[in-house]
């Protein structure tokens, strides 16, 4: 397949100028820096709203989704839970280990916790070892059944979990 400035790339028996192939370069060239900058802001917006460690929402996202969630309860007439999490004893973990074996409990539990919560709830990065889920609860359901965030009992039992030691 002929390629740009080829002959036969165009219009057939039409072989392209010096200045249409110096355009079709540009045109390509600023194509590309677009895509580029999108993936790039792409990344960047991924940066400011999670956290580092974890890539679980960070309090800046999970400000905006507490925001949203508590409108739409508003106009919905629905509801939502805000459940805290604080690990007890982690600063101990920390002072006594590595902080690389805080940072893989850390981890291991955003990882556990992220398995327990449903699509439409943002679980998020807090603080040091606090983690905050927020749990909208649409105000309809089918039959008239109306849930309740589970998120605070199958969470407490994940954080209760013994990790098993690695190494």
């Known amino acids: 397949m002929p390629g740009v400035g080829e002959r036969g790339a165009g219009r057939p028996g039409h072989e392209w100028s010096d200045g249409e192939r110096t355009f079709l370069q540009a045109v390509a060239h600023l194509m590309a820096s677009t895509i580029d900058r999108h993936g790039h802001e792409d990344e960047v917006r991924r940066l400011a709203l999670h956290d580092p460690l974890t890539d679980l929402a960070n309090r800046t996202l999970l400000h ?33 280990l590595v902080h690389a074996a805080g940072d893989a409990v850390l981890v291991a539990l955003a990882g556990r916790l992220r398995q327990e919560v449903r ?28 849930p309740r965030c589970a998120a605070p009992s199958r969470c407490a039992g994940v954080m209760a979990r013994p990790r098993p030691r690695s190494g």
Do not use: Y
Request: with cysteine; charged share 25%; hydrophobic share 40%.
């Open 64 to 96: 905006d989704r507490l925001r949203q969630a508590v409108a739409a309860a508003r106009h919905d007439c629905g509801r939502v839970s805000v459940l805290f999490c604080d690990l007890d004893g982690f600063k101990h973990v920390n002072d006594t």
């Open 119 to 146: 699509a439409m709830d943002t679980l998020a990065r807090f603080a040091g070892d606090e983690f905050v889920i927020c749990c909208p609860t649409p105000p309809v359901w089918p039959h008239g059944w109306t």
